[in-house]
DNA sequence: GACGGATATAGGGAAAACCCTAATTGGTAC
DNA sequence: GTACCAATTAGGGTTTTCCCTATATCCGTC
């Protein structure tokens, strides 16, 4: 099967096409740097799978490129590599045409095995998160809007979200918002609630992730 | 040579592996995916060379190990693998005894000829940086002893301080680190008290404007 | 030996966060 | 009218943090 492979950093690039080439029934035929590059790429050489990461600043992402690859290409199936085990990502990339979703934090005989199962006509999601999928496909249909901060919560909650991740104090929140401290403790328990996050070190991150923290 | 990779992704660590072991002057004699990991294999395997990514969440940050390594095995040389090519990281690294910095957008070549540069006494610097480091090193005596954490903080505190500012509990720390509660309660308040920190928002400030929140 | 720093830990009380539950009002959509 | 969401607030119990004080050991320096 011919493979092209799109991730952001070189020297990683060319580590996954030696494994895939040391395997009899793969051969690279390329690689790109980001999801525009995998997009000509795919269209000059058709291969059979794509292997994407899904994050490749400053260029265009995998999650962008598998959506006008699979309209344009379909019979190059993508499989999706990236460090992301957040569920939200996943929906995102199955919804936008992606065959296979695999985390870098996977053993190689893995990666090899989802590029198989896909190449063969399946589906390949890491089993641990095969059980958020179900869960979420019983939900009500996902929308859009949900990935973004500024939809899914309100003005409210915008505003204590990043004074909470700085490590401002209910209190000290309560008294610069002028509301009381139980008022803060439910925006607080209401945003964490929506973003789906466990803990206070999540909700930092996703803080941090969503350029929250501009101090 | 002999060669230790760090790397919190599996199959990129099985890349480079591979890209490695094609050369015949180098052998990987193990991989690791944390720094306490690597610090093991280190004290196991006495490499020439470790190859160690920055950041290695959630485990030990290729930063603190690096020290701990250059400290207790100097003879085994550090080369950062790391996406960060902000100079601030650079020069934590550097302080910290690393020899080499190379930026995971390199290609092999660039990768290769680092190792070789450090396996033969050199330090290898990402030449994009290089410039910034001379700059950097013209302002150091002038500023480091009133701006550098690694100066005013002792290495236990370095450790506990990106913690406390991602929003863990003291209790969550301690059972991170192997130490009390009280103690941990012990080093945040003599973090502060040395970076002249008043409150717990000002150390979150401190600690992202020093960019100690992504280790 | 004296001193200081690093690391570790404790006691104890007050304050705060966490967590669960519950309620009210106003606005909007059906 | 009903249901839902946003904003606000409460009660109450448990856990944790904050803050102050103190101690011990080890190591390095003078």
Redesign the interface.
């Known amino acids: 099967m011919k493979i092209i492979i799109a991730d ?5 690039r ?6 895939l080439n ?1 395997q009899a029934d793969m051969e690279v035929v390329a690689t790109a740097a980001d999801g525009l590059e995998a997009y000509e790429l795919v269209a000059k050489h058709r291969p059979d799978i794509l292997l994407m990461d899904l994050s490749m600043p400053p260029g265009e992402s995998g999650l962008i490129a598998t959506g006008k690859i699979k309209e344009d290409f379909p019979e190059t199936k993508v499989v999706i ?1 990236t ?1 992301y085990d957040d569920e939200e990502y996943l929906f995102h990339v199955l919804k936008n045409g992606a065959s296979g979703y ?1 985390l ?5 005989e893995e ?1 090899l095995s989802a590029i198989r199962t896909v190449y063969d006509g399946g589906t390949y999601i890491h089993p641990s998160m095969a059980t958020s999928l179900v869960r979420q496909f019983v939900k009500k249909d996902f929308d859009e809007a949900e990935t973004d901060p500024y939809k899914m919560l309100s003005r409210r909650e915008i505003e204590v979200l990043p004074l909470v ?5 209910n209190k000290e929140i309560a008294e610069m918002l002028y509301i009381s401290v139980k008022t803060v403790e439910a925006h607080k328990s209401k945003i964490m609630e929506k973003l789906n996050l466990k ?3 999540e ?3 996703y803080a ?1 992730r969503k350029k929250f ?1 501009n ?1």
């Open positions: 952001d950093h070189a020297v990683v060319s580590g996954f096409m030696h494994i040391f590599l460090m695999v870098k934090n996977s053993p190689d990666l991740a700085k490590g401002y104090g803990s206070r070190p909700l930092v991150e941090l923290l101090f």
